[in-house]
């Protein structure tokens, strides 16, 4: 009987503390205040409502996270693979001049844009954001086709891009 219980709370705890996985973004996520490269502010809706129609490849990232910096020559590999997807950076930099420092060390191409309230803000926070860097894919009606992977080399990741 001991035995018996014991699986049932490994299974009920497995189960419980498995992450919600998102098909659209919640209110709070969306509210988010980012910040454009020229330092206009834009709520995190008008970032995807300019991308409307179109399938977007997300990149969560900052400059000082080393597996995000490993993660890099995986995004460059498929930005040359898939042209047709439309390239998403969001920052987690602590400061505007390290987010603008990493977009040119590492020559990264695509449409970018810093998270004033960082890992914990409302948009952390509302994305169940736990580790960076965390890719995404975004349909074209701007819902969640993929709503986590941390490698590039993920098989969930790889097959989302492809469809």
């Not at 505007?96 to 948009?123: C, D």
Request: glycine fraction near 8%; proline fraction near 4%; include cysteine.
């Amino acid at each position: 009987m001991k035995n018996i219980v014991c699986i049932f709370i490994i299974a009920f705890t497995f189960v419980s503390c498995k992450k919600e996985i998102l098909k659209e973004f919640p209110q709070e996520a969306l509210q988010e205040t980012m910040r454009t490269i020229d330092g206009k502010d834009i709520k995190f809706e008008a970032v995807l409502s300019k991308y409307k129609g179109k399938t977007v490849f997300v990149d969560v990232w900052a400059s000082w996270c080393g597996d995000c910096i490993k993660g890099i020559p995986g995004v460059k590999e498929i930005q040359k693979n898939n042209p047709q997807l439309t390239y998403l950076f969001l920052s987690l930099d602590r400061k505007e001049t390290s987010w603008k420092a990493g977009i040119q060390k590492h020559n990264l191409t695509g449409e970018h844009y810093f998270v004033p309230t960082g890992f914990k803000g409302a948009f952390g926070k509302a994305i169940g954001l736990d580790w960076i860097p965390r890719y995404m894919i975004i349909n074209p009606d701007g819902s969640i086709k993929l709503f986590e992977a941390i490698k590039t080399n993920d098989e969930a990741l790889q097959e989302a891009i492809k469809q």
